[in-house]
């Protein structure tokens, strides 16, 4: 391991991530929810800022960029669409890699729930930042995108090693277990919901998952067996998508 990950909670249900890496010492944030809680997580590692990488636009991962980078000193780097907060000074898309130190984050296209969303992967220690594409039992809402858009970077995303952490960027994974237990009977998924359900009792974070968790359990990259009824995965997809949005429990 390269990197060091600190994850601290922010706003109501945001995480903040801080990411070292060991070798140079150079740090970044994946998002910026509060520029604030990130200036005092910092504070309390003793660590710098070097970078800011943005998952995607929205300003519960955008919104503290500017205060950031004006105590810091630190470059701002994200998809285009992080331009509708502030440009970006670094733009970033598919296929592109960040360095920060010796760690190499590749930037993979994870559009869907905004039109540009970026996951960034560090192959070497196999570590996932996945904003608001996939959750743990959940994925992003698709307010810009659609569901064929969503499940093709759903695709990239668990096509990833199996053994990647994957750090999502919001504590929803008890909704999201309440939801995921309507839909779907596997004995793994109840058993998954059970230690959620007794986690968030005791106050525990159930963030990050991995990639063999969620393809085992999540029930929207489960939705071609959960809707054999519909042929078209991205499809099927859709359709579970659409059942958690009018989903009251
Ligand atoms: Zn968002």
């Not at 060991?22 to 910092?42: F, H, Q, R, Y």
């Not at 960029?65 to 470059?75: D, I, P, Q, S």
């Not at 999540?218 to 009824?229: S, T």
Request: glycine share 8%; proline share 5%.
């Amino acid at each position: 391991m390269t990197l060091t990950v600190r994850q601290f909670p922010c706003l109501s249900d945001n995480y903040g991530f801080l990411v070292r890496d060991d070798a140079s010492g150079k740090v970044a944030c994946i998002d910026t929810p509060d520029a604030e809680a990130i200036l005092a997580e910092l504070a309390k590692a003793g660590w710098g800022l070097d970078l800011i990488l943005n998952t995607h636009w929205h300003p519960d991962h955008a919104g503290g960029n500017e205060a950031l980078k004006a105590a810091t000193g630190c470059t701002v780097v994200g998809p285009a669409e992080v331009a509708r907060i502030a440009a970006p000074d670094r733009v970033v898309a598919h296929g592109d890699h960040v360095m920060l130190g010796d760690t190499r984050f590749d930037v993979i296209d994870t559009g869907g729930h905004t039109l540009g969303h970026v996951t960034f992967f560090d192959a070497a220690d196999h570590i996932a930042f996945v904003g608001d594409t996939l959750f743990a039992l959940g994925c992003g809402r698709l307010f810009e995108g659609d569901a064929a858009q969503m499940w093709a970077s759903l695709q990239r995303i668990t096509d990833l090693p199996d053994d990647t952490t994957v750090y999502c960027a919001h504590e929803y994974t008890a909704a999201n277990a309440r939801f995921a237990l309507s839909v779907d009977a596997d004995p793994a998924l109840k058993a998954r919901a059970d230690s959620i359900f007794a986690a968030r009792e005791r106050g525990e974070p159930t963030v990050p998952t991995s990639i063999a968790l969620e393809k085992a359990t999540n029930p929207f990259l489960r939705a071609p067996l959960l809707r054999p009824d519909i042929a078209n995965p991205a499809e099927a997809f859709g359709a579970v998508r659409a059942a958690k949005d009018a989903f009251k429990g």
